[in-house]
């Protein structure tokens, strides 16, 4: 009995000691806590159903930059420019020299980078006119960095469009064209260029609107989009999601120059038409009729005593042009044509510009508030690019 007494007095020695000594021995040491699971929420699961959907999508995406990226090409151009001696410069001396090394007599290379896609092996190439126009030399680099010295082929400042030629090569990977007719908002859309040199740089987004017109002159509806595209993606393609080319690059909207998620693309199924007019011919044929328009306001509308602001109001119209030769006369408003609903001068140059060269067309027209109905035949536009 007294060993066993002995015993438990020895025992609660020991868990006093333990006790003030563990602090010790252990602070060096921090607990874990088990992870924290929400009440009725199950911890996460490994292979759930909408992982294998992001891990689809981001294949999808990578096959689409291996098997397009080959198609892609960079486009260096160079040009020689004099320079011009300013008198009031104070850095040149009277023989015309600068002090800071620049000689005003001499010459200098300007330089710039645009994007393209190849069009098949015999070494054609799409890009954009402003990417290439104006400019001596034209250099073609491929992904694998094998470099083309290229050809101008033909042009069109109207599309912004643009043809070169590169000799055949077995490295010519040519692009798949799609159809921008069924494009879509909200379809995926992929851009693959060289933004600010860095080549085949490959951004994603979505289609933000189709047919976006009354941008420009072109008369074209343009693809929107917010997938990146900054200085030097113009020429370059923009893809759906099985890398089918649906729009050719061309301008963004921005206040600082950059990206801001608001870019054009030329619809692909209008670039078709061209390309092998400038195959044969170089340029383009546009149809034309002859007119200037302004906005038909309020308050024109009621000094011409129509019922409402709606037409195109002709404001010029050029000696011996179709308009001249239908009888059209400035303050004349053109309400339709083909019956087709004129709601203002941007709605009858799209739909001339869309026309066949030679083409009769009916105008539904107002003058001095009297319905008139006028033909024309519409031809080709006299007025060079350049």
């Known amino acids: 009995m007294k060993n066993k007494f002995s015993l438990y007095v020895f025992g609660g020695i020991c868990l006093l000691v333990g006790t003030f000594l563990s602090p010790i021995f252990f602070s060096g040491y921090k607990k874990i806590d088990p992870p924290i699971v929400a009440e009725n929420q199950s911890p996460p699961v490994k292979d759930s159903p909408s992982k294998a959907q992001a891990v689809s999508l981001e294949n999808a995406f990578q096959d689409v930059f291996d098997s397009v990226s080959p198609s892609v090409v960079s486009i260096a151009t160079e040009k020689t420019v004099k320079l011009r001696m300013n008198p009031m410069d104070p850095f040149y001396d009277h023989y015309g020299f600068s002090q800071r090394g620049q000689n005003p007599g001499g010459e200098q290379k300007q330089r710039g980078l645009g994007s393209g896609v190849i069009l098949n092996s015999d070494g054609y190439i799409l890009t954009n006119d402003h990417v290439v126009a104006k400019w001596d030399k034209l250099t073609v680099r491929l992904k694998n960095k094998k470099t083309f010295e290229a050809k101008l082929i033909g042009t069109d400042e ?6 070169l030629k590169i000799s055949p090569s077995p490295d010519l990977k040519p692009v798949v064209l799609g159809d921008s007719n069924k494009v879509k908002v909200g379809n995926w859309s992929i851009a693959i260029g060289a933004p600010h040199g860095f080549e085949h740089s490959f951004t994603v987004g979505v289609v933000s609107a189709i047919a976006r017109s009354k941008i420009d002159q072109s008369g074209l509806g343009y693809i929107q989009t917010d997938a990146a595209i900054n200085q030097g993606n113009s020429g370059g393609p923009l893809l759906n999601i099985h890398g ?27 670039a078709r038409k061209i390309i092998e007019e400038l195959k044969s011919t170089g340029k383009v044929k546009h149809p034309w009729i002859g007119i200037g328009f302004n906005p038909l306001t309020e308050e024109k509308a009621k000094e011409l005593k129509l019922n409402e602001a709606k037409g195109a109001l002709i404001t010029k119209v050029f000696d011996g042009s179709p308009a001249d030769k239908a009888g059209l006369k400035i303050d004349d408003v053109i309400v339709a044509a083909d019956k087709n609903e004129i709601e203002a001068g941007e709605d009858l140059k799209d739909y001339i510009l869309n026309t066949p060269i030679g ?16 033909t024309l035949i519409t031809a080709e536009n006299p007025n060079k690019p350049r």
């Open 244 to 270: 089918e080319v649906i729009g050719i690059n061309r301008m963004i909207v921005s206040p600082s120059g950059g990206s801001i998620g608001i870019g054009f693309a030329i619809p692909v199924n209008e």
């Open 158 to 163: 109207t599309l912004d469009l643009a043809l």
């Open 359 to 374: 083409k009769k067309i009916e105008l539904k027209v107002i003058r001095k508030a009297s319905q008139i109905n006028l």
